[in-house]
């Protein structure tokens, strides 16, 4: 089954775990047993995590592990994606302007101090702060501030929005008392970030630069958000290539593998010891054009270099598992319009719009030149941790090159293109995965009053989808919403700011010896902390990493 089929139902099926030959997860009646403590997961990952300081990683990965693992929001999403206490155990709204939220008065930091509302004020504030870079800080722009009422009571204001919660499940609280001595403008660069003190279920044991991350259970975690996790330990190894993965997932050394290439898993979750999980997603594969370079910011050419792509054929690098994408309503929404189709493949009609820019072959060498008579080259930034990405690079580069258009692929780690785009941005083009949001916030991805946020790559900057998003953000009702989203669609697919190619599920293969493994489509991670080992003894390759000692806590 393709998720031609599964992405269409998604949303009504959020809670929907897509298991391959799978009739349920403790048995064929779906019967549970009783959890065993003990043991050591180990999860495959392809890149390096990077930080897990919550209010700095863009990290699609990095965000579930902090916000799942390590750090507690003031409230989560449940499966219906409603609102759910976390830290905070109950709140009022105080009409439209404002809520109040009571705290849980048992939970600590992992260093034993307790979690208050001073945390949850000192949070708010420094991530509405644009000096640091917090990559969410759009579902912040409505709010007009926090104060603590007493240790455990928080009131915030904010503007009358159509969703004022969106953006409180994405943001982990973390601890004043180790970050308040940082100047904001320093804090992606604190130590913190690669030794983080939470207080969610897991707690931070050690990290190898492009190695591991080690995490360890809780103790202390309150009964009331779950309690110990039965897991004692977690390893997440970096293991970039995906033959790799499959290698050691096959052999038992790896529990969960999480780069999975689509044409290896039917046949991974046919052997005995092993289980496919294909999981609704918000991933959507693109290519983000820096419209701060010319000719890029022409939305003509990048409409044009978007015809020249033959996506049809970049599907086939995932076997099927993706549907196309017209733009960033993805097409498991509510307000996704059935009548904005995705641009064709059109090579024809690309050097139709390119030469009517001034932009073609004058010396016969089949190459194209700007109107100025340079060479049209495109220096194409592309993570090179696996064959997929390589392989995309490269259809990438032989569809431009067969119009004319010189593709430079650069190829580079994951982590050092992403701090290019995110910092001097001096690609023309970038390879990237990114994730649509459950309530479709598009002002950090879109709109020109965050031009130098991370998650603006593009340099987007259009009058019109500007006022579109503001007016989503006004809108609360639905049927008012459809036809916005369906114009902000529309010029998203005309203008290709980016070139939003499809969108994909996740592919995972875990060991049968975890247990409880529920995924759906907030996360890989969500109820990691009720997963428990049928054996309950550590994966083969883990015998070093689990008889090490805790790293000391950070200094600040």
């Known amino acids: 089954m393709t998720t031609r089929r599964w992405l269409r139902g998604a949303a009504a099926a959020a809670t929907l775990m897509l298991a391959v030959g799978c009739a349920g997860e403790d048995g064929g009646d779906g019967a549970r047993e009783a959890p065993r403590r003990g043991g050591t997961l180990v999860i495959g990952l392809a890149t390096d995590l990077g930080t897990l300081n919550p209010l700095v990683t863009a990290d699609r990965f990095g965000q579930e592990v902090s916000g799942e693992l390590l750090f507690l929001p003031l409230v989560r999403y449940d499966t219906t994606l ?16 404002g809520a109040v939220f009571h705290l849980r008065r048992d939970v600590r930091w992992h260093d034993g101090v307790p979690t208050t509302a001073e945390d949850v004020v000192f949070t708010i504030e420094t991530a509405s702060d644009p000096r640091t870079t917090y990559p969410n800080a759009s579902y912040l722009t409505h709010w007009n501030g926090a104060e603590a009422l007493d240790s455990f009571t928080v009131r915030v204001s904010f503007d009358p929005h159509a969703e004022p919660f969106a953006g409180l499940p994405f943001l982990s609280i973390v601890p004043k008392h180790l970050l308040d001595t940082i100047p904001r403008e320093r804090i992606r660069q604190a130590a913190f970030g690669r030794a983080p003190v939470g207080n969610g279920p897991f707690r931070f044991l050690d990290f190898r630069a492009n190695d591991r991350w080690v995490f360890g259970a809780n103790d202390d975690f309150p009964d009331g958000l779950g309690g110990r996790p039965p897991i004692d330990r977690v390893v997440m190894r970096i293991i970039p290539e995906q033959a790799s993965q499959v290698a050691e997932i096959r052999a038992g050394t790896i529990d969960l593998a999480l780069g999975a290439p689509a044409a290896e898993f039917v046949r991974l979750d046919s052997l005995p010891h092993l289980r496919g999980i294909a999981r609704p997603s918000r991933q959507y594969f693109a290519i983000a054009w820096n419209n701060r370079h010319p000719p890029l910011d022409d939305p003509l050419v990048r409409r044009a270099l978007a015809l020249a792509l033959n996506r049809e054929r970049m599907l086939t690098l995932r076997h099927g598992y993706g549907v196309l994408a017209a733009g960033p309503v993805p097409s498991f929404h509510w307000a996704y319009p059935d009548d904005v189709e995705p641009l064709p493949f059109s090579p024809d009609s690309a050097r139709a719009l390119l030469a009517s820019r001034g932009i073609e072959d004058r010396n016969g060498d089949g190459r194209l030149e700007l109107p100025d008579g340079t060479p049209f080259v495109i220096h194409y930034f592309a993570p090179t941790n696996n064959a997929f990405n390589r392989d995309m690079a490269e259809l990438v580069r032989g569809d ?10 650069r190829g580079m780690d994951y982590n050092t293109m992403i701090a290019d785009v995110t910092g001097p941005r001096t690609f023309d083009a970038a390879q990237i995965g990114f994730s649509s949001d459950f309530h479709l916030n598009f002002r950090d991805v879109f709109h020109s009053g965050h031009l130098d946020g991370d998650l603006q790559l593009a340099g987007y900057a259009n009058p019109r989808a500007d006022s579109l998003i503001e007016a989503l953000e006004r809108t609360p009702r639905r049927e008012d919403a459809v036809p916005l989203y369906a114009e902000f669609q529309r010029l ?13 599920p996740d ?6 010896r975890v247990r409880n493994a529920d995924m759906d489509i907030r996360g890989a991670f969500t109820s990691l902390g009720q997963w428990w080992l049928e054996d309950g003894a550590p994966a083969r390759s883990d015998s070093a990493v689990s008889s090490r000692s805790p790293a000391p806590e950070p200094a600040g």
């Open 82 to 97: 409603d609102y759910i206490a976390a830290l905070a155990e109950s709140w009022e709204l105080l009409g439209d302007t």
């Open 400 to 409: 431009l090159a067969a119009i004319g258009v010189t593709v430079d692929v």
């Open 492 to 504: 998203i697919r005309d203008e290709q700011p980016w070139t939003i190619i499809y969108y994909y």
């Open 507 to 512: 592919l995972f293969i875990i060991n049968e």
